[in-house]
């Protein structure tokens, strides 16, 4: 498959960027809708201001988590590669560290309850997260480990050899992306969670952790890293502090009184 999407004259356009502009085209109206839902976080215009923090986060984050989780000491030599995103790659815990910091600088600016806010942003990331693993499916990165035994949906990805592999984009695609999708719409359906600041927050974590820690047992691991003591992935070391920040996040909302009225005034 070809990475590039289509040409404008001599602007090339990727499935990759197109991946991460479908994805907030998507987003943004339904987090217009959920943060309005009771008890009320904040208005349909604050989502729209975050965007631009939310795409700072996402991109700065993601290119720095990758320098310094799986690359540092490549980057330490090319340090201008830093900024040669078009040859991919990305680290979505980097990603989601710089969202963090995103949600904690605008709401704080903003006077919004930071956990509040940020359980009704979560619910619409696994709509970037299957989006952006279909683009690296397309791109032919990330591959998965050889399949032992056929089964009909091996694929052979030219890049890295002949033998059949696992296609394990398309594996977190369903699981980060669709299956916690539907997770966190049901979750945030109800009253009784979303009047728990830090639970439908939690929630992802853990959900994402999970999810991502299981389809790396399918994942090749990064060449320059390889695996892990006890046979893990860097991909699962980086989940368990997340999961344990999730699980946290879950019993502290549970800790506190349920709200009962909006956080902001209309």
Not at 26 to 51: E, H, M, Q, T, Y
Request: aromatic share 12%; with cysteine.
């Amino acid at each position: 498959m070809d990475p590039i999407a289509f040409h404008l004259g001599p602007l090339v356009v990727r499935w990759y960027a197109l991946a991460y502009i479908v994805a907030f085209i998507i987003a943004l109206p339904l987090a217009r809708r959920l943060v309005r839902l009771g008890p009320k976080v904040a208005s349909r215009v604050a989502v729209d201001d975050f965007l631009v923090y939310a795409v700072l986060g996402v991109l700065l984050g993601g290119r720095l988590g990758y320098v310094l989780f799986y690359r540092p000491l490549f980057f330490l030599s090319h340090p201008l590669e830093i900024l040669a995103t078009w040859k991919g790659g990305m680290s979505f815990h980097g990603g989601a560290a710089g969202v963090i910091i995103a949600l904690a600088l605008f709401t704080w600016r903003r006077g919004l309850n930071f956990l509040a806010f940020a359980d009704r942003i979560v619910v619409v990331v696994p709509i970037g997260l299957a989006l952006g693993r279909c683009a690296n499916f397309i791109n032919g990165e990330l591959w998965g480990r050889p399949v032992a035994s056929a089964v009909p949906w091996a694929m052979i990805f030219p890049a890295v050899g002949p033998e059949p592999r696992h296609p394990s984009e398309l594996y977190e695609a369903l699981t980060e992306g669709v299956l916690l999708l539907v997770v966190m719409l049901l979750a945030v359906s109800r009253p009784a969670l979303r009047a728990r600041a830090g639970f439908l927050s939690g929630l992802f974590l853990l959900g994402y952790a999970c999810a991502r820690a299981f389809c790396e047992l399918f994942r090749q691991p990064d060449d320059n890293i390889g695996f892990l003591a006890g046979g893990i992935t860097m991909g699962q070391l980086l989940c368990l502090p997340m999961a344990l920040a999730g699980i946290g996040l879950m019993v502290h909302a549970f800790s506190r009184p349920a709200r009962q009225t909006d956080w902001i005034a209309e």
